[in-house]
């Protein structure tokens, strides 16, 4: 893989904006991208991913990111599957009890938020703002192309609800991404999102919770202390399963004074976390390549996806994996970046009869292995 140039330097803590970080670990040459592609792997590009801690607080984050139009070169997540689908009927339904006046959804990514909301209220007007959509648009449904910054401007006539599903733990400066909101609403506006119970993810060792896109540990206690200190007073939240926490926060005319905001110091804390986070994961992958060489059946990876990245990193031999599995059709048929090996759909299994199957799917290991065993192939064996 190439290397990079022109990283965003993040130096500073993304909560105090001071220069306070202690180094935890640095994965080297880590790819920049999380999808697949259909790119010579020559043009792959790497970089090193730096985690830091910032000893005020103990947010743990990136000090290097990459530029946004390489880390998101093209949609990737098509959010497919039983969990996905459950959540989208539960946030839409949180949508639309909590709106008022017109909505301005920030990266939209797939559509299916927009289209599940104007669904259930047929009189809405509705805009988006997502840089990569895969989906056209309608009367109802404007769509701007690009990213949501301080220089963009939207029609902002009628708007009074901003909305975000999984976008605020992207965000690199979200102090700047929340002002930028704050600005454009009108008082008594409202912001309604959705964001992954990282702190959950993380504790339980899942590897989608920090990476190149999820550049710091976003927990509800930072959310809380973010809307406070940006101007607005949350009204509800809600914890939707161990997968999102939901929020209805509402704009009020006068900023709060940040030092009356109390945010005590989580670094003890948070710094275990991470040590274990790469602890599980050395001890894992050793056991793991261990599997792999006794064995002479067919070994398959799931998810072509930062779960599949991460385990590389941590030095999972990738020579007897025949191929990665993927439920997304964005993935299918193509290669995992970073990587040399090719995604297939689960189907493939159909005709293995003794397949080794890697799952580190997070959350969604339970729905991929009964998918696999009840309409796959039930001989399939699972490496956890």
């Known amino acids: 893989m190439k290397q990079i140039t022109g990283l965003v330097d993040r130096s500073y803590g993304v909560i105090t904006k001071e220069r306070n970080l202690e180094l935890l670990h640095i994965f080297k040459n880590f790819p920049v991208f999380f999808g697949c592609t259909n790119q010579p792997a020559e043009h792959d590009y790497a970089t090193d991913m730096i985690w830091e801690i910032e000893t005020a607080t103990g947010l743990i984050q ?24 459950e959540y989208y009927e539960a946030f839409t339904d949180f949508i639309v009890k909590n709106k008022k006046g017109s909505i301005l959804e920030i990266g939209g990514g797939s559509g299916k938020l927009a289209k599940n909301v104007l669904a259930k209220d047929i009189s809405l007007e509705y805009t988006m703002m997502e840089p990569n959509p895969t989906f056209e648009e309608t009367e109802r449904l404007k769509v701007i192309r690009e990213f949501f910054t301080k220089d963009t401007v939207v029609e902002t006539k009628g708007i009074q609800t901003v909305v975000f599903s999984q ?31 990282l702190e959950n993810w993380f504790a339980n060792k899942y590897t989608n919770a920090i990476n190149f896109e999820h550049t710091f540990l976003l927990t509800d206690y930072f959310v809380d202390f973010l809307l406070k200190k940006i101007g607005f007073v949350i009204t509800e939240k809600t914890a939707y399963k161990n997968h999102s926490h939901f929020y209805v926060a509402v704009k009020i005319d006068s ?105 580190k799917a997070g959350i969604y290991n339970e729905e991929i292995k009964k998918d696999i065993l009840q309409n796959i192939n039930p001989s399939t064996e699972f490496w956890e």
């Open 167 to 197: 976008v605020l733990e992207h965000a690199y400066d979200p102090d700047a991404f929340l002002d930028n909101i704050y600005g454009f609403l009108p008082v008594d506006g409202r912001l309604v999102f959705a964001y992954p119970n």
């Open 255 to 359: 900023k709060n004074d940040n030092a009356a905001i109390e945010l005590p110091n989580r670094y003890v804390h948070y710094k275990n976390m991470f040590g274990e986070f790469i602890q599980y994961h050395t001890t894992l992958v050793a056991e793991l390549n261990q599997r792999i060489n006794e064995t002479d059946s067919n070994i398959y990876l799931f998810g072509a996806h930062i779960f599949s990245q991460f385990l590389f990193a941590f030095g999972l031999n990738d020579k007897k994996i025949r191929y990665i599995l993927d439920n997304s059709p964005l993935k299918q048929e193509k290669r995992l970046y970073g990587s040399s090996l090719m995604v297939k759909a689960p189907s493939f299994l159909s005709t293995d009869p003794n397949p080794k199957v890697i799952l």
């Open 62 to 85: 990136l000090s290097k990111l990459v530029p946004l139009e390489i880390l998101y070169m093209e949609q990737h997540v098509d959010a497919v599957g039983k969990t996905w689908n």
